[in-house]
Nanobody
Framework: QLQAFGGGLVQAGGSLRLSCAAS????????IGWFRQAPGKEREGVSC????????YYADSVKGRFTISSDNAKNTVYLQMNSLKPEDTAVYYC?????????????????WGQGTLVTVST
């Protein structure tokens, strides 16, 4: 089971850190992805982290502003979001797939957490 949390309301230019915690399994051999879905829009891949080799991947829309990282001891993956923009407003989800999966295609992920809402105000 995955649980994403840490969303909230922040002004444009501000920062938030989302967390994705797992229960029932360890992240060690998984790829963890962050996705988001804004109202009326399709789900969009944001970033992913291959836990086995540490490789990361970012969507162009967040590159240079968002950072994905992990704390293996806590079995938690983070998404640090800086320089937030109103267009970053969305429900953010974390997902997991076993193995190294360097892709933000959501269909490839097997396990999904509930979303956490991020609202960026102007």
């Amino acid at each position: 089971q995955l649980q994403a949390f840490g969303g909230g309301l922040v002004q444009a230019g501000g920062s938030l850190r989302l967390s994705c915690a797992a229960s029932g399994f360890t992240f060690d051999d998984y790829t963890i992805g962050w996705f988001r879905q804004a109202p009326g829009k399709e789900r969009e891949g944001v970033s992913c982290l291959s836990m086995s080799d540490g490789d990361t991947y970012y969507a162009d829309s967040v590159k240079g502003r968002f950072t994905i990282s992990s704390d293996n001891a806590k079995n938690t993956v983070y998404l640090q979001m800086n320089s937030l923009k109103p267009e970053d407003t969305a429900v953010y989800y974390c997902a997991a797939v076993y193995g190294s999966y360097w892709s933000l295609v959501s269909a490839g992920y097997d396990y999904w957490g509930q979303g956490t809402l991020v609202t960026v105000s102007t």
